[in-house]
């Protein structure tokens, strides 16, 4: 008798189109591994592919998804799937696997200074306050101050770095005046980035131990981007930290418009908005390269222990991120559970903020405190020195 057999069907052009885009993510992905290590000054192209590493993960996903359940072409499934596995540590730096977080969310907002973690020796907090303002908001409406300095309260850090910090300068409304009475961080280093005889912006360290000593990196300051530091006294020991606020995109309404989309404007139009948004990342992923080999330098040059706190304006696949926190430890990746993100704006919606500990601090609890005021979620660390 004759065999029978059964010949695979050729894909079909629609099934060549779908395998040609598949393989096209999957290159994309695998260039976005490697963002990290190149400084966007040599080539910024790859911090591009860094910035969309989410996007690119999602597309692989769904390939993977969409093969096993085509017939006769569920093996397709392992070219996004292999490239995901490969990606295992940047996935661990976007997404907490740590089931054994030491509390809940609830567990902090109803926690005072008497109720720490048993064995806690430092609790410490970023947040960026976008002026005490909702993102978005006009001037005529009621500022988000009150319900921000009650979060802080709640959350009852020990030392806390501002990015956008704005105050006026006497009377009711000096903020300052507040943290030291009202919250009991009595110690504060501020550096205005602009500044008139009534009111002033830029960056704030506040803590309830004393500051020693304290400044700024003056190299490659922009405006409000900028980094400055304050050595901190606990129980007669000192450790630096620093409050990070990296260049951002400057993007307009304009900008946000066009990535918002559908756009109904001519091609020209959309060629020259690409382009515009195209130089923007380009300048700031440059800029943010020397402002972090900057901060590296300065750090190292320490020798307390260290905390680097802040803004970053980039997400964990970036050089700045990963150039700033070689040896360092991120608490994300040591005690945080689910989505790492901590902007809620338009662009990018990812995670930002990052608090990086030297090897002298030992990591108890990571909490992103998600209560959207300003357009950054505040980030809660747990640390022993």
Same mark, same amino acid.
């Given at each position: 008798?004759?065999?029978?057999?059964?010949?695979?069907?050729?894909?079909?052009?629609?099934?060549?189109?779908?395998?040609?885009?598949?393989?096209?993510?999957?290159?994309?992905?695998?260039?976005?591994?490697?963002?990290?290590?190149?400084?966007?000054?040599?080539?910024?192209?790859?911090?591009?592919?860094?910035?969309?590493?989410?996007?690119?993960?999602?597309?692989?996903?769904?390939?993977?998804?969409?093969?096993?359940?085509?017939?006769?072409?569920?093996?397709?499934?392992?070219?996004?799937?292999?490239?995901?596995?490969?990606?295992?540590?940047?996935?661990?730096?976007?997404?907490?696997?740590?089931?054994?977080?030491?509390?809940?969310?609830?567990?902090?907002?109803?926690?005072?200074?008497?109720?720490?973690?048993?064995?806690?020796?430092?609790?410490?907090?970023? =947040? %960026? $306050? !976008? #002026?005490?303002?909702?993102?978005? @908001?006009?001037?005529?409406?009621?500022? &988000?101050?009150?319900?921000?300095? *009650?979060?802080?309260?709640?959350?009852?850090?020990?030392?806390?770095?501002?990015?956008?910090?704005?105050?006026?300068?006497?009377?009711?409304?000096?903020?300052?005046?507040?943290?030291?009475?009202?919250?009991?961080?009595?110690?504060?280093?501020?550096?205005?980035?602009?500044?008139?005889?009534?009111?002033?912006?830029?960056?704030?360290?506040?803590?309830?131990?004393?500051?020693?000593?304290?400044?700024?990196?003056?190299?490659?300051?922009?405006?409000?981007?900028?980094?400055?530091?304050?050595?901190?006294?606990?129980?007669?020991?000192?450790?630096?930290? =620093? %409050? $990070? !606020? #990296?260049?951002?995109?400057?993007? @307009?309404?304009?900008?946000?418009?066009? &990535?918002?989309?559908?756009?109904? *404007?001519?091609?020209?139009?959309?060629?020259?908005?690409?382009?515009?948004?195209?130089?923007?990342?380009?300048?700031?992923?440059?800029?943010?390269?020397?402002?972090?080999?900057?901060?590296?330098?300065?750090?190292?040059?320490?020798?307390?222990?260290?905390?680097?706190?802040?803004?970053?304006?980039?997400?964990?696949?970036?050089?700045?991120?990963?150039?700033?926190?070689?040896?360092?430890?991120?608490?994300?990746?040591?005690?945080?559970?689910?989505?790492?993100?901590?902007?809620?704006?338009?662009?990018?919606?990812?995670?930002?903020?990052?608090?990086?500990?030297?090897?002298?601090?030992?990591?108890?609890?990571?909490?992103?405190?998600?209560?959207?005021?300003?357009?950054?979620?505040?980030?809660?660390?747990?640390?022993?020195?």
């Amino acid at each position: 008798m004759r065999k029978k057999y059964t010949r695979k069907k050729r894909l079909s052009f629609l099934g060549k189109v779908t395998l040609i885009l598949n393989l096209l993510t999957v290159i994309m992905l695998l260039v976005s591994y490697l963002s990290p290590f190149v400084d966007p000054r040599t080539f910024w192209p790859f911090a591009f592919f860094g910035l969309a590493y989410m996007p690119l993960l999602a597309v692989n996903v769904l390939f993977v998804l969409f093969w096993l359940f085509i017939r006769n072409r569920r093996t397709f499934a392992l070219l996004s799937l292999m490239a995901i596995l490969i990606g295992w540590q940047p996935l661990r730096a976007h997404i907490g696997l740590n089931k054994n977080r030491l509390t809940t969310q609830e567990q902090v907002e109803n926690q005072t200074s008497d109720s720490l973690i048993a064995g806690t020796d430092l609790r410490v907090m970023t =947040y %960026n $306050v !976008h #002026l005490f303002r909702e993102f978005g @908001q006009t001037k005529n409406e009621p500022d &988000i101050k009150d319900q921000a300095l *009650e979060l802080i309260r709640k959350a009852d850090p020990d030392l806390i770095c501002i990015q956008e910090y704005y105050t006026r300068k006497k009377g009711q409304h000096d903020i300052s005046e507040l943290f030291r009475n009202a919250l009991g961080l009595k110690y504060q280093y501020i550096h205005s980035t602009a500044e008139n005889e009534f009111e002033s912006y830029g960056l704030a360290i506040f803590s309830k131990h004393p500051i020693v000593s304290s400044g700024h990196l003056p190299d490659f300051e922009q405006g409000v981007n900028s980094i400055i530091f304050a050595d901190v006294e606990k129980e007669g020991r000192v450790f630096r930290v =620093y %409050n $990070v !606020h #990296l260049r951002s995109y400057g993007f @307009q309404q304009e900008d946000y418009d066009f &990535i918002a989309g559908p756009i109904e *404007e001519s091609m020209e139009k959309r060629i020259s908005s690409t382009k515009r948004i195209g130089n923007r990342l380009k300048k700031a992923f440059t800029l943010r390269s020397l402002q972090a080999r900057s901060l590296r330098k300065h750090s190292e040059e320490n020798t307390k222990p260290v905390l680097i706190m802040g803004d970053f304006n980039d997400t964990p696949l970036s050089f700045a991120v990963n150039h700033v926190g070689k040896g360092m430890q991120n608490t994300f990746q040591k005690k945080a559970w689910g989505w790492g993100q901590t902007y809620n704006g338009d662009f990018p919606n990812f995670q930002i903020d990052y608090v990086l500990a030297s090897p002298d601090f030992q990591v108890l609890r990571y909490e992103i405190i998600r209560e959207k005021l300003s357009d950054h979620y505040p980030v809660l660390v747990d640390l022993v020195l």
